[in-house]
């Protein structure tokens, strides 16, 4: 079985050090997980170092480890940016989650026109936490050595903006959008997804993005697709975008 993976904040020692995992991850490890003298777990720091560790002592709320192992996860190329609407009932949540297991590097809240759910002063702030919560338990289960950032929110003004910029850079935006007649795989394979530094994925919300967006954000670069034959909800499309992008580039 793969060892359980947790994330601690600042550098990791080499091997043959000592290092205490505290905090909520040691409190989770010591009490929750219960892990004993003698176990092993891996300890990442999000940024794509870990160690593995064998568990030496043991308190209410810390692990002691002694590093048997250095370990590293190469920076994934093409990156992968998932733009994706607030939507209500959880459902930008599932896609979250689902698209941190399939690989997404970055994540961006966008409060698009027709998103029913609202991010207003201080709950914008709370609702990223909140993101950052489940890419952060997501990023643990799937065993990834990095962990997403969860950017901040932006309007569709804003998202227009950052396609423009990342066109310039040579990055591929790709908007799923029902109505689109372009499939996807045509035009990953037409543009060279393998060959951008990023690419991007902008996922509407459960009314879709409107004519209006659409329409600014192919001015500003970006490529309508359709993923399939059916409609897919906004919890589902930006995941299943992931699948064919990640075995199209990286796996």
């Known amino acids: 079985m793969t060892l359980p993976l947790f994330l601690a904040e600042g550098d990791l020692p080499g091997t043959g050090h000592r290092m205490t995992l505290a905090g909520d991850e040691g409190r989770h490890a010591a009490t929750v997980q219960r892990l004993a003298v003698g176990e092993e777990l891996l300890v990442a720091d999000g940024a794509g170092r870990a160690v593995r560790g064998e568990v030496v002592a043991t308190a209410k709320s810390s692990l002691e480890l002694e590093v048997l192992e250095t370990l590293a996860e190469e920076a994934p190329t093409p990156r992968f940016e998932l733009v994706q609407a607030l939507a209500k009932a959880g459902r930008a949540e599932q896609s979250l989650e689902t698209s941190v ?56 003004p804003g998202l227009v903006e950052r396609v423009r910029a990342g066109a310039e850079r040579g990055e591929l935006t790709l908007v799923l959008h029902e109505v689109a007649t372009d499939p996807l795989l045509q035009v990953v394979e037409r543009t060279g997804a393998a060959e951008a530094s990023l690419v991007r994925l902008v996922i509407g919300p459960e009314g879709g993005i409107s004519p209006e967006e659409i329409d600014a954000l192919v001015a500003a670069g970006g490529h309508p697709v359709v993923l399939g034959p059916h409609v897919l909800r906004t919890s589902t499309a930006g995941p299943a975008a992931l699948a064919v992008l990640g075995a199209l580039t990286r796996w």
């Open 101 to 156: 297991e399939l690989g997404v590097d970055v994540v961006v809240p966008w409060q698009a026109d027709r998103s029913i759910s609202r991010w207003a002063g201080p709950k914008a702030e709370k609702g990223r936490a909140k993101w950052q919560h489940v890419v952060r338990a997501a990023t643990k289960q799937a065993r990834r050595f990095r962990e997403a950032p969860v950017e901040e929110l932006v309007t569709s």
